[in-house]
């Protein structure tokens, strides 16, 4: 069974520092690719950020050099460190893995930034 776990989330004020992780399991977690996405109500998921499975990463024009996706393949983890937050970042967080044996989800974790 494939899960993914995000952990990190929570109230932060304009800009502090957050760090997301996601831990998978279930899946060959080196040859997938793996994104951080978010949604706020009654808007379409975005994506911030995506990291292939050889490392190359790219970003939200929002987010580009205040965020960085990272990936641990040993402990099976993506992570995303927020820096600089805005209030314009208070989302649901979602960890994505995504490959051509599957594209699996996580349950979200919210992310508030806020005074």
């Known amino acids: 069974q494939v899960q993914l776990v995000e952990s990190g989330g929570g109230l932060v004020q304009p800009g502090g520092s957050l760090r997301l992780s996601c831990a998978a399991s279930?899946?060959?977690?080196?040859?997938?690719?793996m994104g951080w996405y978010r949604q706020v109500p009654g808007k379409q998921r975005e994506l911030v950020a995506h990291?292939?499975?050889?490392?190359?990463?790219n970003y939200a024009d929002s987010v580009k050099g205040r965020f960085t996706i990272s990936r641990d393949n040993a402990k099976n983890t993506v992570y995303l460190q927020m820096n600089s937050l805005k209030p314009e970042d208070t989302a649901v967080y979602y960890c994505?893995?995504?490959?051509?044996?599957?594209?699996?989800w996580g349950q979200g974790t919210q992310v508030t930034v806020s005074s």
């Open positions: 994505n893995a995504s490959s051509r044996w599957g594209d699996y």
């Open positions: 990291i292939t499975s050889g490392g190359s990463t």
């Open positions: 279930g899946i060959i977690f080196r040859v997938h690719a």
